[in-house]
């Protein structure tokens, strides 16, 4: 063996005190999920139904997270959740775990691998904690400095959005002041704003914000939605197609007012 390969007694490596190298770090931050809220307990009836309705606008929301939502259902229905994540997923939908529904219902979730997700600021009191684990005492850290940043209000893009792209304004507007081309998609927790053609995509209010609106100077979607309400290309005869729209929601149904 050479002299090279023996650590010498004092280096780094053989110093049980030296610093490793930092591999991860665990940080828990807020996402934005769409909610698949089950109306019916039967994958055979919703699987068809989702399936119709992704057909009449390809590539919308593909691969897109979702949390299913079992408040809607009775208290003694049952879902095989089995069955209903191997056909979201061939619809190339991503079932991440479920919200809501009672204990036996998201046990067995569970058992299909989809965990219960817990909802920004639910009390900690109705989330079961790990036992704590004896550890020898050690020095805490000193905590560290928080620096408040300035508030954003919107989101800018001045570049055209292109086919296969996916731009997300959370907690905030987004305003795009290029062509929004077909194939892709903008979505914001707050109004879309598009200075030029939307012909691909656009979702306002994506956190169920009915009073958000979406403006496009030149109007010729594949789809549109807000809070969760959305309209496909072929559902949009009758709408002023190439001109300048704004887009709202009344009730339960999508408005579209010409602007100007």
């Known amino acids: 063996m050479s002299r090279e390969a023996i650590?010498?007694?004092m280096s780094a490596a053989a110093r049980p005190d030296a610093p490793a190298s930092e591999a991860f770090?665990?940080?828990?931050?807020?996402?934005?999920?769409?909610?698949l809220r089950l109306l019916s307990p039967r994958f055979e009836e919703?699987?068809?139904?989702?399936?119709d309705q992704f057909r009449r606008a390809p590539g919308f929301l593909r691969f897109a997270p979702i949390a299913i939502g079992l408040d809607d259902l009775g208290q003694g229905e049952t879902v095989d959740f089995a069955a209903l994540v191997q056909g979201l997923r061939q619809l190339e939908i991503l079932p991440i775990g479920v919200v809501g529904g009672t204990q036996m219902q998201r046990a067995a979730a569970a058992g299909a691998g989809l965990p219960t997700l817990r909802p920004t600021g639910q009390k900690d009191t109705e989330v079961e904690a790990p036992a704590p684990v004896a550890a020898p005492a050690v020095a805490a850290p000193p905590a560290p400095q928080v620096v408040a940043g300035p508030a954003r209000s919107a989101m800018l893009v001045t570049q055209p959005v292109r086919a296969g792209q996916r731009i997300y304004a959370q907690?905030?507007?987004?305003?795009?002041?290029?062509?929004?081309?077909?194939?892709?998609?903008?979505?914001?927790?707050?109004?879309?704003?598009?200075?030029?053609?939307?012909r691909g995509r656009a979702v306002a209010g994506a956190t169920e914000d009915s009073e958000?609106?979406?403006?496009?100077?030149?109007?010729?979607?594949e789809l549109v939605a807000i809070a969760g309400f959305y309209a496909v290309r072929d559902g949009l005869a009758g709408t002023p197609i190439g001109r300048a729209v704004q887009v709202r929601l009344e009730g339960e149904n999508l408005r579209f007012d010409p602007l100007g």
């Not at 958000?212 to 979607?221: E, G, K, L, S, T």
């Open 46 to 51: 919703v699987l068809p139904a989702l399936g």
């Open 212 to 221: 958000a609106r979406i403006f496009v100077q030149n109007f010729d979607p």
């Open 25 to 35: 770090r665990l940080r828990a931050q807020n996402y934005s999920l769409l909610t």
């Open 7 to 9: 650590p010498h007694p």
């Open 171 to 198: 907690g905030c507007d987004l305003i795009v002041t290029a062509t929004v081309n077909a194939g892709a998609e903008v979505i914001a927790d707050g109004n879309v704003h598009i200075y030029g053609a939307l």
